[in-house]
């Protein structure tokens, strides 16, 4: 399993510029190509083969490109393969080759966007506090936490705000060894249903309400009134430089703070419980209602569930992503009876069948968290497509298969 080891790296004032550099000649590399590529698809041509040799070799024979020969071929040659990566997954998206979202075409790279390079095993090395990087040096790195195993490749990252960043992949060893080796914590029986919301991030099954942390509505208005003044600024001004620099850093803000509450949160749900149970939400579906997309944008779902499958996957715990059509906001979680389809503004109601009153949320991550401990049953006798669907899904066989992870 390939893992990917994000840290913060400081190189010094005088490797500025051979990073500078590198940055900028990758990504005319790439641009190069991708115009190539371009041309002969509009022209129906064949792609060029030897396409090193035209953007590199060849290239840096004249005197527009010779400043290429300063940066490690490396680097250069790497990104010729991520754009032909790109183009291959793209392809390969286009006839339905690949699992989940479609992948979108390869796009030139900007010049005032996050930068970044990758250096294959034999331009880098790794040391006790820096890594070594081919025609830039030693950078300092800070680990905060230990590589697992000798990197295959790492990529330097320079985001908007002007932070570097060395993304290291690293081959982990077999899961289960992962989680002997690295435990999160007790065994556990635990089982758990999460209902994601608005009002609350999470509804869990034992009555828990984690609050949505909001961070982008907060700042917001700040963000706002940066877009403002950038606008106002001239272009190509000292002023526009800092002003789109402050709009970077509270973007930059926002999101390091949305992934550190997710990190927090999907990591004690996955040591507490043994079964995690959320519902397969259609995110990008419901982005498209114009009145709740930035509310959900802004909650973080998908990133949510990325986070609990990889974590699960990691740690042998059991994860089941509840089939979309599954009702669990309208069974009711005492008798199991279904009592009919409610507006979103419904937050409580009674079942007429046993006269429970239920919270609409909480109600549902009960009902999720049976699905988690296999024990939907009475669902299951009264209806009928999804509930072989959902039987599939069911972790009965928890101890057998610690590393199970269903998906629909
Ligand atoms: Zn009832």
Redesign the pocket.
């Known amino acids: 399993m390939k893992a990917r080891y994000n840290y913060r790296i400081y190189p010094k004032q005088s490797q500025l510029t051979p990073l500078a550099k590198a940055f900028g000649s990758s990504r005319v590399v790439w641009n190069d190509a991708w115009w190539l590529y371009k041309n002969a698809e509009r022209n129906k041509l064949d792609r060029p083969t030897k396409i090193s040799n035209l953007v590199i070799t060849q290239a840096k024979k004249t005197e527009e490109r010779s400043w290429l020969s300063e940066v490690s071929s490396v680097v250069l040659q790497q990104s010729l393969r991520d754009l032909q990566q790109a183009w291959d997954n793209y392809f390969s998206s286009l006839k339905g080759g690949r699992k989940g979202k479609a992948v979108g075409r390869p796009k030139p790279k900007k010049k005032h966007s996050r930068q970044a390079i990758r250096f294959a095993s034999n331009a880098f090395s790794v040391h006790s506090q820096s890594v070594y990087l081919a025609k830039i040096g030693h950078v300092k790195v800070v680990f905060s936490r230990p590589l697992p195993s000798q990197p295959t490749s790492v990529t330097v990252i320079k985001d908007t705000t002007g932070r570097y960043f060395a993304s290291f992949v690293v081959e982990i060893p077999e899961q289960i060894a992962y989680a002997e080796r690295y435990p999160l914590g007790p065994q556990t029986s635990n089982s758990c249903g999460i209902d994601l919301g608005l009002t609350h991030f999470a509804i869990l099954s034992t009555g828990e309400k984690i609050e949505n942390p909001r961070l982008h509505k907060k700042m917001l208005k700040k963000i706002k009134l940066a877009n403002r003044r950038l606008a106002k600024a001239k272009r190509d001004s000292n002023r526009r430089k800092k002003r789109k620099l402050r709009l970077a850093k509270l973007h930059v803000k926002v999101k390091d703070a949305r992934t550190d509450f997710l990190h927090k949160l999907t990591t004690r749900l996955v040591r507490e419980n043994q079964a995690l149970a959320v519902e397969d939400l259609n995110v990008a579906g419901m982005v498209k209602n114009r009145k709740l997309s930035r509310a959900i944008s802004d909650a973080g779902w998908s990133k949510f569930k990325t986070m609990l499958e990889a974590k699960c996957d990691k740690y042998g715990r059991d994860l089941t992503i509840v089939d979309r059509w599954y009702p669990s906001s309208q069974i009711?979680s005492?008798?199991?009876?279904s009592?009919g389809k409610k507006e979103l503004d419904v937050r409580q109601w009674q079942?007429l069948?046993?006269?429970?009153t239920h919270d609409r949320d909480l109600n549902a991550s009960i009902n999720l968290s049976r699905w988690a401990g296999g024990q939907s049953d009475q669902y299951k006798n009264e209806r009928g497509a999804s509930v072989s669907q959902a039987k599939l899904a069911v972790c009965g066989e928890a101890l057998t298969n610690p590393i199970q992870l269903t998906l629909f």
């Open positions: 009711c005492c008798c199991g009876k009592g079942c069948f046993c006269n429970t």
